[in-house]
């Protein structure tokens, strides 16, 4: 590498755009750690640490949107920071791009069935409820494939505070999926066992109905 070339790339990494990319990745896993550990966690009629259900539901939307922004920013700053020559078309098309092809095609990949989960759920009424909840399955592997495409390409892996936010990132999401398919997910409610126990009682037995 020629001494231009290596001030160039030293002056790319230290770029705002750089900083912007690096940053709105880190945004985006968190975020997309909270969209999936809401959509695993909610369940109709159980509240969620004491919130109602639509409250859930509309924080999973809202957050789900940010995502989409953040996810933007960090495809335009990539696309323009000359570092990874990118190209737009390489956040769509999976491992088509110069740079780390592999890495940034997980990527492109990821957000392929974000973009696959945000369609459908805008024709929803149109495509029926049991096509969008199929889709919709691909968050659980958008998540992965976006947390890959992180630890491939991310200048920050090796610091602690990654490490750390990456690791918490997959507790979370792990430890929503462990209880999701527990039997304590699925047991009855003790509010909807009250209130059936109510029911029945205020039922008069048969013999007394006339």
């Not at 770029?15 to 690096?22: D, I, K, T």
């Not at 004491?50 to 700053?77: D, K, Q």
């Not at 490490?163 to 909807?192: D, K, M, N, Q």
């Amino acid at each position: 590498m020629s001494p231009l070339t290596g001030v160039t790339a030293a002056t790319s990494a230290g770029s705002p755009l750089w900083y912007f990319n690096r940053a709105t990745g880190v945004v985006c896993l968190l975020l997309l750690t909270v969209v999936v550990v809401l959509g695993i966690l909610v369940r109709r009629s159980r509240p969620i640490v004491a919130a109602p259900r639509f409250v859930v539901a509309a924080v999973h939307r809202n957050a789900s949107l940010l995502t989409l922004v953040f996810l933007a920013i960090h495809i335009v700053t990539g696309v323009l920071d000359p570092y990874v020559s990118l190209n737009i078309s390489d956040a769509v098309l999976p491992f088509t791009a110069g740079y780390r092809p592999l890495w940034v095609g997980l990527g492109a990949v990821s957000l392929d069935l974000m973009l696959a989960i945000v369609v459908t759920s805008l024709l929803r009424q149109r495509i029926g409820v049991r096509a969008w909840r199929l889709v919709h399955w691909a968050t659980y592997a958008s998540w992965p494939l976006a947390l890959a495409h992180g630890l491939g390409t991310g200048s920050d892996i090796g610091a602690w505070w990654m490490i750390a936010l990456t690791a918490g990132c997959a507790v979370a999401v792990v430890g929503s999926v462990a209880w999701r398919v527990s039997a304590s997910f699925w047991a009855p409610e003790p509010i909807g066992q009250a209130l059936s126990a109510a029911g029945a009682r205020s039922v008069p037995p048969r013999h007394l109905v006339r």
